[in-house]
């Protein structure tokens, strides 16, 4: 019977433990505007809920980190409740204000949840009237018209080689592997994907730019569209894993502060003429309608989907989703804020610059985003997360207050969303144009 009662115990006690494992953990954070957009001076409350197979869990800790423009951090404890528990905090000036939460059990050892290590949800304060703290210099016209001038001297000279495209797709689509000469030392490199039997002047061009980082090409598969990914730096596309972070790890190790102090040394010169010269290949395709010309990315991509639009005045939308390369000045700003990646230089506490500082300051200025975002001529649409701590919100606002009031502009905000904030109104009105035969 002992034997039976230990059993019966230990069964019960593993059980348990099984039942606490498959416990799906979650933080649900959020404000009290559902759009988190605040006036100066307003009072923002962060309300959080500790969540456990989607059900409030009390009694568990909650670390908090609250951050606010001017780089003010308080940090704290709450205790999670069956419901929301508030902090509150205000802004006198446009910003942006955001909270993580980590949870923590009874030892201080951090608890797994859904969202990795910790969530939360920012707000945003009288964002519209977030302005650039940098310049624009005077000869940044010459001196793109000088890039252009290089690049018009140079022919396409394309190479197209077939490439295999995906088992359900065979039949549907062609796909090459794209090398285009380009000043700058590296060519364009993409893969370009198109329906089969495409007819002469039918199709709009979608062209795709990547994020930060090491990598192919992709083959995008749009239905009414010519595709074409570019991959950032010129290199071959469709090989190993290894060779992709051996580039990474040694010729490419830091690539976005190379030559930052010297506009004709810094490494995203040409990775823009390579931006330029992408569109001077879609627009040669015999198939191109010669009308809807798309530039669309995310994070650097996003950067460089901007400075598309900028450069090039056929350019007819522009999807920008969470872009990089933005408000470089952001520290040196009143309050001060982070600029957007790759932050290439910060001011010292007392708002002065270094000498070194003060060329790389020079050099920023004619790579922002917010000097190309006043040349555009195309609808735009832009995208931030309020937890975006890579591209931070207030950079990709002051990139959208500074597009022409005359154009056709929105951005999509997401609260409780960091680097990977979607861009809804962008891909809807994507959708739109391709559907368009």
């Not at 409740?81 to 942006?96: N, Q, R």
């Not at 519209?128 to 940098?134: M, V």
């Not at 794209?178 to 000043?183: P, Q, S, T, Y």
């Not at 999807?319 to 932050?343: C, E, F, I, Q």
């Amino acid at each position: 019977m002992m034997h039976q009662l230990r059993l019966v115990s230990v069964v019960t006690a593993l059980l348990a433990t099984l039942s606490l494992q498959a416990q799906v953990y979650t933080i649900k954070a959020t404000t009290d505007k559902p759009e988190a957009i605040y006036c100066k001076g307003e009072t923002i409350q962060f309300a959080v809920q500790f969540l456990a197979d989607g059900q409030p869990q009390a009694g568990t800790t909650l670390k908090y980190s609250l951050r606010r423009d001017g780089h003010e951090t308080t940090s704290g404890e709450v205790v999670s409740a069956a419901e929301p528990t508030v902090i509150s905090t205000s802004l006198d000036t446009p910003g942006w204000a955001y909270v993580m939460f980590t949870p923590v059990d009874k030892e201080g050892k951090r608890i797994a949840i859904k969202e990795k290590s910790s969530a939360g949800v920012g707000a945003m304060v009288d964002p519209l009237e977030l302005t650039y703290a940098g310049n624009c210099p005077a000869d940044f016209d010459t001196f793109w018209a000088q890039q252009r001038a290089a690049l018009d001297a140079i022919p396409l000279n394309p190479r197209l080689e077939p490439s295999p495209v995906s088992k359900d797709r065979e039949g549907k689509f062609v796909a090459f592997d794209v090398k285009v000469d380009c000043a700058g030392g590296m060519p364009v490199s993409g893969y370009l994907v198109m329906p089969v039997g495409a007819r002469p002047k039918s199709l709009p061009v979608v062209v795709s730019y990547h994020g930060a980082g090491v990598r192919s090409a992709n083959k995008g598969y749009r239905d009414n569209a010519i595709n074409f990914d570019v991959n950032a730096h010129g290199i071959d596309n469709g090989q190993p894993a290894e060779f992709y972070s051996t580039l990474a790890d040694n010729e490419l190790k830091g690539y976005a502060h190379r030559g930052k102090n010297d506009r004709d040394q810094f490494y995203f010169k040409g990775m823009y003429l390579r931006v330029m010269r992408a569109l001077d290949f879609a627009k040669s395709l015999p198939e191109w309608n010669g009308r809807d010309l798309v530039v669309i990315g995310g994070s650097q991509g996003g950067g460089q989907a901007i400075v598309a639009a900028g450069l090039d005045p056929q350019v007819t939308l522009c999807v920008s989703g969470v872009p990089a390369l933005s408000d470089h000045a952001g520290t040196l700003a009143k309050p001060r804020r982070n600029a957007g990646w790759p932050r290439l230089y910060a001011a010292e506490n007392d708002g002065a610059l270094t000498p070194e500082n003060a060329l790389v300051a020079k050099t920023a200025e004619y790579f922002d985003n917010v000097n190309f975002a006043r040349r555009i001529r195309c609808e735009s649409y832009l995208s931030t997360g309020f937890i975006d701590t890579t591209c931070v919100p207030t950079s990709v606002y002051v990139v959208f207050n500074t597009l022409p009031a005359s154009i056709r502009k929105e951005i999509s905000t997401t609260p409780d969303a960091g680097h990977g904030a979607p861009n809804p109104k962008g891909y809807a009105r994507l959708a739109e144009i391709l559907a368009k035969r």
